[in-house]
């Protein structure tokens, strides 16, 4: 019985921390501004890797996720939301880059703060994410 219980519980650590590979945790006290006007139906969170997702929640291609010095679309297919966090189907989310071809070479102008950042979406808007 004791065996039974200590692999139970060897897998079951397993599988969170499996999940936490996957999960993207939503970050409170965020503003998030379009253009200088606050959208706030936004949601930003962050997985274990430091990376951020931003969906503006303005149109299915509205979610962007920045990755260092990159800036990227997923695939919305890829993503499960479970409030108050995000399920991706792989621990490394693909994205397209904005800067590529498929995706229109846009210039996002990424700038990454402490607690900021800003950038412009492929259709000309300028998003800033500010948060505590």
Same mark, same amino acid.
């Given at each position: 019985m004791k065996k039974v219980a200590l692999v139970i519980g $060897? !897998?079951?650590? !397993? %599988? $969170?921390? =499996?999940l936490l590979q996957l999960a993207w945790l939503r970050i409170g006290r965020v503003r998030v501004e379009s253009n200088g006007?606050? *959208?706030?139906? !936004? #949601?930003?969170? #962050?997985? *274990?890797?430091? @990376? /951020? /997702?931003? @969906?503006l929640r303005q149109a299915p291609s509205d979610i962007y996720v920045v990755r260092? !010095?990159?800036? =990227?679309?997923?695939?919305i297919s890829s993503l499960l939301e479970l409030p108050p966090a995000v399920l991706a189907r792989h621990s490394k989310l693909p994205i397209v880059n904005m800067r590529s071809e498929k995706a229109g070479s846009v @210039?996002? #102008? *990424?700038?990454v703060g402490r607690q900021r950042l800003t950038f %412009?979406?492929?259709?000309?808007?300028?998003?800033?994410?500010?948060?505590?």
């Open positions: $060897i !897998a079951s650590i !397993a %599988v $969170i921390f =499996g006007s606050q *959208l706030e139906s !936004a #949601r930003v969170y #962050r997985n *274990l890797s430091g @990376d /951020l /997702l931003i @969906d260092g !010095a990159e800036i =990227g679309q997923p695939n @210039d996002p #102008r *990424l700038s %412009v979406t492929e259709t000309g808007k300028s998003i800033e994410v500010t948060w505590r």
